[in-house]
């Protein structure tokens, strides 16, 4: 059957993204689900994607690894602190090289991830699948594994022992079926009580961090900064003020502006220096060909 991605009711003029991660050098920002038409943001938890390889020593090397591999190494896709993202992300597949057996892993549930080990470097297809809700097609992301410590802080990664390499990326859900922007403005779902332990759901059961709980409390109607509630109702309002559960709001968005702005004019001042200097040396370079031509 063809792939006809305006089966179900779509939410018309609607945005949603997905940014996954940051350099892990950096600190983390949450998620911002952006809306359009009206313009409005929404905290989520943040996934990222990327490797982490630690070396082999001669101590600490299984005997069962093979003689020629130096490293153990791991991809994945989580959200931080182990936040829940398997409410939107159904499955991921990682495309390891062909020498890889069974070079095609497929990891449907959380943790998105994948062990192996290896010695060489080599890229890594990321295929993203969503939830049923979603009926989008698949996400193709690339990783570059990195067994070996380079850049500003190779030094620090030789230290520590571990490679961490993580990237940025977006991913935009253009005008989402309906069914899919309830699932992700509602957020994750609540974690199941382990007291009594005979419930099907006790054991076992996901966990939220605390900053993910308060995020999923502000999805689901208080508008963060307002100090009013939304009576259960859910907001994509972007907040006034930042808060610990929410970094980004009105007034860091308008300082990031006021910053691109002054940049965008210190750059236009360096152009017009510069065009002035160059006006300067034509005239120069005029004035020595004529007096080349007089000397003549």
Same mark, same amino acid.
């Given at each position: 059957?063809?792939?006809?991605?305006?089966?179900?009711?779509?939410?018309?003029?609607?945005?949603?993204?997905?940014?996954?991660?940051?350099?892990?050098?950096?600190?983390?920002?949450?998620?911002?689900?952006?809306?359009?038409?009206?313009?409005?943001?929404?905290?989520?938890?943040?996934? *990222?994607?990327?490797?982490?390889? !630690?070396?082999?020593?001669?101590? #600490?090397?299984?005997?069962?690894?093979?003689? %020629?591999?130096?490293?153990?190494?791991?991809?994945?896709?989580?959200?931080? /602190?182990?936040?829940?993202?398997?409410?939107?992300? !159904?499955?991921?597949?990682?495309?390891?090289? %062909?020498?890889?057996? /069974?070079?095609?892993?497929?990891?449907?549930?959380?943790?998105?991830?994948?062990?192996?080990?290896?010695?060489?470097?080599?890229?890594?297809?990321?295929?993203?699948?969503?939830?049923?809700?979603?009926?989008?097609?698949?996400?193709?992301?690339?990783?570059?594994?990195?067994?070996?410590?380079?850049?500003?802080?190779?030094? /620090?990664?030789?230290?520590?022992?571990?490679?961490?390499?993580?990237?940025?990326?977006?991913?935009?859900?253009?005008?989402?079926?309906?069914?899919?922007?309830?699932? #992700?403005?509602?957020?994750?779902?609540?974690?199941?009580?382990?007291?009594?332990?005979?419930?099907?759901?006790? !054991?076992?059961?996901?966990?939220?961090?605390?900053?993910?709980?308060?995020?999923?409390?502000?999805?689901?109607?208080? *508008?963060?900064?307002?100090?009013?509630?939304?009576?259960?109702?859910?907001?994509?309002?972007?907040?006034?003020?930042?808060?610990?559960?929410?970094?980004?709001?009105?007034?860091?968005?308008?300082?990031?502006?006021?910053?691109?702005?002054?940049?965008?004019?210190?750059?236009?001042?360096? *152009?017009?220096?510069?065009?002035?200097?160059? /006006?300067?040396?034509?005239?120069?370079?005029?004035?020595?060909?004529?007096?080349?031509?007089?000397? !003549?």
């Amino acid at each position: 059957m063809p792939y006809d991605r305006f089966a179900k009711p779509r939410v018309k003029g609607v945005s949603v993204y997905r940014p996954f991660g940051s350099q892990a050098s950096h600190s983390l920002i949450p998620t911002l689900l952006h809306l359009r038409k009206p313009k409005l943001t929404l905290s989520n938890p943040t996934p *990222v994607f990327g490797s982490v390889a !630690k070396p082999f020593t001669d101590d #600490l090397r299984p005997s069962d690894v093979n003689a %020629e591999h130096t490293h153990q190494w791991q991809i994945y896709v989580r959200g931080v /602190d182990g936040e829940d993202i398997s409410y939107w992300l !159904k499955k991921v597949q990682f495309k390891l090289h %062909e020498t890889y057996p /069974d070079a095609l892993r497929t990891v449907e549930a959380p943790p998105f991830e994948v062990m192996e080990t290896g010695w060489g470097e080599f890229d890594i297809q990321i295929r993203l699948h969503f939830v049923a809700e979603a009926n989008e097609r698949a996400a193709t992301l690339w990783h570059g594994l990195k067994l070996h410590p380079y850049g500003p802080d190779a030094d /620090d990664q030789r230290e520590r022992k571990e490679i961490i390499s993580q990237h940025y990326e977006e991913i935009l859900f253009n005008e989402p079926s309906e069914a899919f922007f309830e699932v #992700l403005t509602s957020g994750p779902p609540a974690p199941q009580s382990a007291v009594g332990g005979r419930g099907k759901g006790s !054991k076992g059961s996901k966990q939220i961090s605390s900053s993910a709980a308060a995020m999923a409390t502000t999805r689901r109607g208080i *508008v963060a900064g307002s100090g009013v509630s939304g009576g259960g109702e859910r907001t994509a309002e972007i907040p006034h003020s930042d808060s610990p559960g929410n970094p980004y709001s009105q007034k860091t968005e308008g300082a990031e502006l006021d910053r691109l702005h002054e940049a965008i004019k210190t750059v236009d001042a360096m *152009v017009k220096e510069e065009r002035a200097r160059m /006006d300067e040396r034509e005239r120069l370079l005029k004035e020595l060909q004529r007096g080349t031509a007089k000397g !003549k």
